[in-house]
T-cell receptor
């Protein structure tokens, strides 16, 4: 079956760095996405990786290793507004998104 | 980026009534639209995928007669929850994709449905 695993909850301090991991097993692979979702709102797109390596976009970076079925989202210089759930999703061979359960990130002052 | 709207944003209805939720792509043509449901503190659950002009493909366990999906144009898809019950109360989110091999889905803001 298809499976996406990510931690349920993480806590970090304002100004620090946090890494959210995601491992996956899917039928085919057409890219991995990270989305941010604040409570009561729809997800917003953060990043897309289809090739191995690190993609940097401002304070956020995303890494992919296809051979290991592994990705991480790195958030630097954490701000209170970064408190949200972070969803890992993999696009399978049918171009369908398979979603992880999300990681709730709590930022403390 | 592309914009997807949903209407209404919140709706409260009585048990046994039907509710229609609209999803519109405002500045692009959406060949495929997706309908998700999300219960509190849980991840998104794909309900169905609809392609313009054809019948929707429902995920296992989703009743097609209860959740009617219509994708009549390249900019509009509707989800009708028929004979709603309290257990249908949830956050319903649509997303749209522009071209068949496009990787990105653009999400609507979601609709909070409460059935009393």
């Amino acid at each position: 079956g298809q499976n996406i695993d990510q931690p349920t909850e993480m806590t970090a301090t304002e100004g620090a760095i946090v890494q959210i991991n995601c491992t996956y097993q899917t039928s085919g692979f057409n890219g991995l996405f990270w989305y941010q979702q604040h409570a009561g709102e729809a997800p917003t797109f953060l990043s897309y990786n289809v090739l191995d390596g690190l993609e940097e976009k401002g304070r956020f970076s995303s890494f992919l290793s296809r051979s290991k079925g592994y990705s991480y989202l790195l958030l630097k210089e954490l701000q209170m507004k970064d408190s949200a759930s972070y969803l890992c999703a993999v696009m399978d061979s049918n171009y369908q998104l398979i979603w992880g359960a999300g990681t709730k990130l709590i930022i403390k002052p | 980026g592309a914009v997807v709207s949903q209407h209404p944003s919140r709706v409260i209805c009585k048990s046994g009534t039907s509710v229609k939720i609209e999803c519109r792509s405002l500045d692009f043509q959406a060949t495929t639209m997706f309908w998700y449901r999300q219960f509190p503190k849980q991840s998104l659950m794909l309900m169905a995928t609809s392609n313009e002009g054809s019948k929707a493909t429902y995920e296992q366990g989703v009743e097609k007669d209860k959740f009617l999906i219509n994708h009549a144009s390249l900019t509009l898809s509707t989800l009708t929850v028929t004979s709603a019950h309290p257990e249908d109360s949830s956050f319903y989110i649509c997303s749209a994709r522009g071209t068949e091999n496009s990787y990105e889905q653009y999400f609507g803001p979601g609709t909070r449905l409460t059935v009393t």
